[in-house]
Structures are given as C-alpha cells and as structure tokens.
C-alpha cells in the first residue's frame, strides 16, 4: 500500500548543479513529508509542508506541493558531494495512523 | 537531542531461531514503528504502536510480532528467523498523527 513514488529512481549530477526530484502519491493528504538517508543510516526528516502551503523553502531545499495533481517536489540547489543520499517523500496511510514511503530517489553527485 | 536507539547496528542469526530486536525513544512519544528496507522496496511498514501495549498491523506483519510493555521501548521479534527476513530494520518514532518521525539508526540483520 504505497502512498508515494519518487521519480528518478536515481540521478547523477556534477556539483553545483540543481537536483529535482518528484514524488506523486494516491490519496489525500494532511501533509507530506521529505526524509534523506545517508549509506546504511537511517532516514533523517528534511521538510514537511501541509496541504494547504504550496511552496515552502529550508536553506537550500525548495519543496512544492499541488494538491490537484496528487504531486510534490524536492528541489537542491547548488548540490555539494555531500548531497549524495537516498531521498524519500512519506505521506499518511488512509487510516492516518501511520507514514507510508515511496521507493526513493538516489542521488549522486560527483565534484 | 532526542534520540531513537536500536540496539544493534548488525546481527546475524540462525534460521529457526527467535530474533529480538530493540528500540528505544527518549522523547516520550506516543507512536513508535518498524519499517523494513529492501533494495528495490524501499520501506515497509511492519507494525506500529500508538500506546503502550497497544499495536496495530503494518503492511507485512507475517512472521513478526512486537512488545511495547513500556512507553519508551518498542521490540520487534522475529518468532523464527527464516532467510527471506535478512533485511535492515528501522525503527521510529513520532509524537503526533501529523508530527514527522524520528528514526534510529538501523539494524542490518543476517539470517543464515
């Protein structure tokens, strides 16, 4: 019972560059949520943006949602090496008991 | 900081044998989860507990159960470890419906 996927499944880009990574999901949503994970670790929370924002920002990380099309996205500006992680959006299952993630999208970036 | 601890970063068990693993929040929040991640399936939920010895089923409850006899503590068991259950578990928790969650740190386990 998946509430979300990603799209990439993964992604390469040079540093400097911008990643965007996009997450569509089945349901309706109070709020989406973003999580990284680095190698082996686990899952960190990045943003949560509630269903009636549309945009929200947190240092270099933009997130957009569009609750008509059942859709959000990450967004990375100016990436660094550091960057290179798994990203997962994670949304309520219908009972709204528990987070449900998507598959994810691995990033790499290269210096 | 608040944490959420699991007790092994890396186990590996006999097939057949009962498998605990546990998990530890220091935020006094109500919820608290398993999740197992596989490549390629990203993560499952196994069960979840909103109270003490209170659980509700995740998604792949088979051949898993759990105990949450205290707030802080939540176990996962693996009653007879078979090979198809070598996977990462993650465990986490949250203080409310709408909060994000927090996740320890992992636990790759090896069912040989």
């Known amino acids: 019972s998946q509430q979300g996927e990603e799209d990439p499944q993964a992604l390469s880009i040079q540093e400097g560059e911008n990643a965007t990574m996009n997450c569509s999901y089945k349901t309706s949503i109070n709020n989406l949520q973003w999580y990284r994970q680095n190698s082996g670790r686990g899952l960190v929370h990045l943003i949560l943006i509630r269903s009636n924002e549309r945009e929200k920002h947190s240092g270099r990380l933009r997130v957009t949602l569009d609750t008509s099309k059942k859709s959000s996205s990450l967004l990375i500006t100016a990436s660094r090496a550091a960057d290179t992680a798994s990203y997962f959006c994670?949304?309520?299952?219908?009972?709204?008991?528990?987070?449900?993630f998507g598959k994810g999208t691995t990033l790499s970036v290269s210096s | 900081d608040v944490k959420v601890t699991q007790s092994s970063r890396y186990l590996v068990k006999r097939t057949g044998e009962k498998v605990f693993l546990e998990c530890v929040q220091d935020m006094d929040h109500e919820n608290m989860f398993w999740y197992r991640q596989d490549p390629g399936l990203g993560l499952r939920l196994i069960y979840f507990?909103?109270?003490?010895?209170?659980?509700e089923k995740g998604d792949i409850p088979e051949g898993y159960s759990v105990s949450r006899e205290k707030k802080e503590r939540f176990s996962l068991i693996l009653e007879s470890a078979s090979t198809n259950q070598t996977s990462m578990y993650l465990c986490a928790s949250r203080e409310g419906s709408l909060a994000r969650c927090t996740f320890g740190s992992g636990t790759r386990l090896t069912v040989v």
């Open positions: 507990s909103y109270d003490v010895k209170m659980k």
């Open positions: 994670a949304a309520l299952n219908q009972a709204g008991t528990a987070l449900i």
